[in-house]
């Protein structure tokens, strides 16, 4: 299987799926939400939403309204981040953020109503049975509230100063990033009708690629350059691996949460092929494990 090929192709049909679930009209709101929603980026949670539902051979059209719910609440939750009163982000996927575009208000409005959308498109996706419908909602529902993301968000708020030790960097991460990525593969499972077994190894495979994906982001993102803070000109300590582990230790993590992904979906055939090399290609941006490192 060649990946890029694979990943292409799946990516032109959820930006498709995007496009029909929120088509263009005469608001200003709904211009906003399409400028962030259509801007581009690796739509790597909808992709796996799409790979989980081949392992289970879900039909394609039963599954795509979550691949695309998934992006919607991602994308909501990229806006949000952005905004002044979190992270201050002025450009995102390559292009200026909503709030400096559309101004603050509106990008607020602009989070929400794709989250809310998001559950509207689960809501109304066909030819899925409602208990099974009902079950991937709720899962996603757990991985994006008070209990995944947004607690995993408040988390990292509250931590900004204190000490980064792991076992805080993880808590952290394991609910701001990889509940949703978890939850994407649950839910491409869910809706094909996957039995618990076979669902507690896609949930396992999630939560280790979940764990990889972020400390790859954080390698990506560290540039060593000290934060301060502006009122006491002390350095804020960074929730993030390497701050925590070194680049080469966080590199190191990394391979190990990926050999743990793999291992997770070891026995599963040639239908887990797209599942296994998108765990391999996240941890591949982040550039080779130290040798030595790994070793140990
Ligand atoms: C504001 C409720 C709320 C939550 C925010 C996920 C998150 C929580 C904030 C995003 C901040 C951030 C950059 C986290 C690092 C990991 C991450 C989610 C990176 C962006 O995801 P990609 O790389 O982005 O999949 P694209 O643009 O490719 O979709």
Redesign the pocket.
């Known amino acids: 299987m060649h990946l890029e090929t694979y990943l292409a192709a799946q990516r032109r049909r959820v930006e498709r799926g995007l496009e029909t679930l929120l088509p263009p009209a005469r608001t200003r709101l709904r211009e906003a939400m399409r400028y962030s929603l259509l801007a581009g980026?690796?739509?790597?949670r909808p992709i796996l939403v799409l790979a989980a539902g081949e392992v289970v051979r879900a039909p394609f059209r039963a599954v795509l309204p979550f691949a695309c719910a998934l992006e919607m609440i991602?994308t909501y939750?990229?806006v949000?981040?952005d905004l002044p009163a979190?992270?201050d982000d002025a450009v995102r996927?390559g292009r200026p953020t909503s709030h400096t575009v559309y101004g603050e208000g509106l990008a607020i409005l602009v989070g929400d109503g794709l989250l809310t959308e998001a559950f509207r498109v689960m809501a109304e996706a066909r030819g899925v049975a409602p208990a099974r419908a009902r079950a991937a909602i709720l899962a996603v529902a757990r991985a994006a509230g008070e209990l995944g993301?947004?607690g995993?968000?408040a988390l990292d708020l509250a931590a900004q100063g204190g000490a980064a030790t792991l076992a805080r960097v993880r808590a952290i991460h394991r609910r701001?990033?990889g509940a949703l990525i978890t939850a994407s593969v649950r839910t491409g499972a869910i809706v094909g009708g996957a039995r618990p077994a076979l669902l507690r190894r896609l949930t396992a495979y999630g939560e280790h690629l979940g764990l990889a994906f972020?400390i790859v982001?954080d390698i990506l993102d560290s540039t060593d350059v000290p934060v301060f803070d502006g009122r006491t000109d002390r350095v804020l300590a960074k929730a993030t691996y390497p701050a925590v582990l070194g680049p080469a230790g966080a590199r190191v993590h990394a391979a190990r949460a990926r050999d743990a992904a793999l291992r997770a979906i070891a026995p599963l055939g040639p239908a887990a092929e797209p599942l296994r090399a998108i765990a391999v290609h996240v941890v591949a941006r982040a550039g080779p494990a130290p040798v030595a490192a790994a070793a140990s």
């Open positions: 980026g690796k739509r790597l991602h939750s990229l949000h981040d979190m992270d996927r993301m947004v995993g968000q701001k990033t972020q982001d």
